[in-house]
């Protein structure tokens, strides 16, 4: 198992900058992939960015170029830099997690993209 917790949500104002980090524990070296999601109100899920255990990295259409994920594998942690921030990023950010068939979830950030 592996357990994740983010952090580094809150609210900022439309143009501003947020980083988000997911601090993994437990078993790591299984994992094949990490990913970021969000969860607007009324909203499906869906994937913001991803990172797999060789370092290819997608975004979604909607944060490419404002949103650059990384990772710091001596400290087990990935983040998500997000820039030029938009009212309609506002969401729950959920980091997640796959170790072999298994997908697991943090526990999500709230961001807030308001004026």
């Known amino acids: 198992q592996v357990q994740l917790v983010e952090s580094g949500g809150g609210l900022v104002q439309p143009g501003g900058s947020l980083r988000l980090s997911c601090a993994a524990s437990?078993?790591?070296?299984?994992?094949?992939?990490m990913g970021w999601y969000r969860q607007a109100p009324g909203k499906e899920r869906e994937l913001v960015s991803s990172i797999t255990s060789g370092g290819s990295i997608n975004y979604a259409d909607s944060v490419k170029g404002r949103f650059t994920t990384s990772r710091d594998n001596a400290k087990n942690t990935v983040y998500l830099q997000m820039n030029s921030l938009k009212p309609e990023d506002t969401a729950v950010y959920y980091c997640?997690?796959?170790?072999?068939?298994?997908?697991?979830w943090g526990q999500g950030t709230q961001v807030t993209v308001s004026s």
């Open positions: 437990g078993s790591m070296l299984t994992i094949k992939a």
């Open positions: 997640n997690a796959l170790l072999g068939p298994v997908y697991y």
